[in-house]
């Protein structure tokens, strides 16, 4: 069982189009990051998400962590082929204390943007 | 400033044979992670280091996986011996954080080596 659910897995969108990923979970996150993977690449930390509500903006990506930060979005607008990649969402959770667990990953959601 | 270096980028070996992954961090960075990234799934964590010290290791299959980090510096990571549902991407990544700052952790991962287990 994913601790981290993606949705939707594969997205295949025309240039110009909108779009918005999804990372679900039933667990309280501490943080929310989302990362992109390009082919023959390692991830690329794109942003952190620490408070409930919270939401950053990254030129054309909006990123949104859930109130009760069980939950995040990604949101791009107007979409490019450079945005082409791999999408993953990744939490940690508070183990106790000051102590904070893993960094969890979630399956990921491939994303292709045609010209 | 140099990224995370991994290597060999790509490797090919038969079933029961070994193979081992050396990565090295970005200078300064104490925390080392090992990722197992299998094909349509997100990494998953094998093991931690802390300097030369393993944080955690608890999904690492140690009757066949290895790693260590001698000096607090380079890693490798062993797999003896492969079985086939070992074939995946292996990342490495370091960060600079540690302790109560780990909820805003940056890590940065190397490309990572791509192992085909036949």
């Known amino acids: 069982t994913q601790l981290l659910e993606q949705s939707p897995q594969f997205l295949s969108i025309q240039e110009g189009e909108n779009l918005t990923v999804y990372c679900n979970s039933s667990?309280?996150?501490?943080?929310l990051q989302w990362y992109r993977q390009e082919p023959g690449e390692g991830p690329v930390l794109l942003v952190t998400v620490v408070t409930g509500g919270e939401v950053k903006k990254l030129k054309r990506l909006t990123f949104q962590f859930g109130d009760a930060r069980k939950d995040s979005s990604l949101h791009i607008t107007a979409a490019q082929p450079g945005d082409t990649g791999l999408y993953l969402c990744a939490g940690r959770r508070q183990i106790g204390g000051t102590s904070y667990g893993k960094l969890t990953f979630g399956q990921g959601t491939i994303l292709t943007v045609h010209p | 400033e140099a990224g995370v270096a991994q290597s060999p980028r790509y490797k090919i070996i038969e079933k029961r044979q070994s193979v081992a992954f050396w990565c090295n961090p970005i200078s300064g960075h104490a925390t080392l992670y090992w990722y197992q990234q299998i094909l349509g799934q997100g990494p998953k964590l094998l093991i931690q280091?802390?300097?030369?010290?393993?944080?955690?290791d608890s999904q690492l299959p140690k009757d066949r996986f290895s790693a260590e980090r001698l000096k607090g510096v380079d890693s490798t990571l062993k797999i003896q011996p492969a079985k086939l549902e070992d074939s995946a991407v292996y990342l490495c990544?370091?960060?600079?954080?540690?302790?109560?700052?780990?909820?805003?952790?940056?890590?940065?991962f190397g490309p990572g080596t791509r192992l085909l287990v036949l």
């Open positions: 280091f802390q300097n030369n010290g393993v944080v955690d």
């Open positions: 990544a370091s960060s600079a954080t540690s302790g109560r700052h780990l909820p805003q952790e940056t890590q940065y």
């Open positions: 667990s309280v996150f501490s943080s």
